[in-house]
C-alpha cells in the first residue's frame, strides 16, 4: 500500500471517527443505565462488561437481561432477541449497496458488528459509495462509549439515586430524534417517510390485533411500509 493510499485511508477513518462522537456520548449514557440494571438485578459488573463488549444492541441487550431476571427459557430469550434485533439484518443488507465492492470479508463482518440505529443512520444519509474506513471509524466510538458506560454504571450502582438511574433510560431515544430531525427539516421525502412511519407505528400500538404483534416484528414491518412506500413515490434517479 503506498503513502497516498494510507493517507487517504487515515482521512476516511478520522472522517467516520468524528460523526460518531455523538452517538458514542449517547451510547454512554444510555449504556451506563444498562450497566446499573444488570448490576441491580444481580449480575457481577465484569459480566455486565463482557456483554456490552460482545454486544451492541441497545433495546436487545435490556429485553435480555429482564428475561434472564425472570428465569425465562433460553428458547423464549432466543426467540425474543433474535425478533428484536432482526432489523439489523436489513439495515446491513441496505448499507452493503452503498459499500465499495471490494471490501474484505473480515472487514465486512467487523462492520456488520458495529452496524445500530444510529449509525446506519448516519451512514445511510452519506453521499456516494461508504470505505471500510469511514464505518470502522464510526463505529469506534459508539462501541468504545457502550462498554465504557456499562463499566461506569455497573460500578456505580450504589451511588447514584434510582430516580437518576431510571431518568437515563430515555436517553437513547433523545439521541436518535437529535440524529433524524436535521434530515427531515431539510428533506421532503424523509419527512414524509417518517411520517408514514409514525402513522404505522401507532396504528400496530393502538388497534386491536395488531397491538399484539411483539415490537421486533413492529419495527421490521413498519421499517418495510414505509421504506418501500418512500422507494415508490420518491426513487432515487441514478446518474447515466
Known amino acids: 500500500m503506498n503513502k497516498n493510499k494510507k493517507t487517504s485511508n487515515l482521512v476516511k477513518y478520522k472522517y467516520g471517527l468524528k460523526k460518531g462522537i455523538p452517538i458514542g456520548l449517547g451510547y454512554l449514557s444510555v449504556s451506563i443505565t444498562f450497566g446499573m440494571m444488570a ?61 465499495y465492492d471490494k471490501i474484505p470479508l473480515f472487514k465486512r463482518l467487523i462492520i456488520s458488528f458495529g452496524v445500530t440505529d444510529e449509525t446506519f443512520t448516519l451512514a445511510s444519509l452519506e453521499e456516494g459509495e461508504l470505505s471500510a474506513e469511514f464505518m470502522l471509524g464510526l463505529i469506534t466510538l459508539p462501541y468504545l462509549g457502550w462498554a465504557l458506560g456499562t463499566f461506569i454504571g455497573a460500578i456505580t450502582t450504589k451511588i447514584l439515586p434510582y430516580s437518576l438511574q ?56 413498519v421499517s418495510l411500509i414505509a421504506s418501500a412506500i418512500g422507494a415508490y413515490f420518491f426513487p432515487i434517479k441514478e446518474d447515466l
Open 166 to 221: 431510571d431518568s437515563l433510560g430515555i436517553a437513547l431515544y433523545s439521541m436518535f430524534i437529535a440524529l433524524i430531525i436535521p434530515q427531515v427539516k431539510k428533506s421532503k421525502p424523509i419527512f414524509l417517510v417518517v411520517i408514514i412511519a409514525i402513522i404505522f407505528s401507532c396504528l400496530f400500538k393502538y388497534l386491536p390485533l395488531l397491538n399484539k404483534i411483539s415490537s421486533g416484528f413492529v419495527v421490521i414491518i
Open 39 to 99: 448490576v441491580r438485578g444481580g449480575l457481577n459488573p465484569f459480566i455486565a462488561l463482557l456483554i456490552s463488549m460482545t454486544n451492541l444492541t441497545s433495546a436487545g441487550q435490556f429485553a435480555g437481561i429482564n428475561l434472564i431476571f425472570n428465569t425465562a427459557s433460553y428458547l423464549e430469550i432466543a426467540l425474543t432477541i433474535f425478533i428484536i434485533n432482526i432489523r439489523y439484518m436489513l439495515m446491513s443488507l441496505s448499507l452493503s449497496q452503498k459499500m
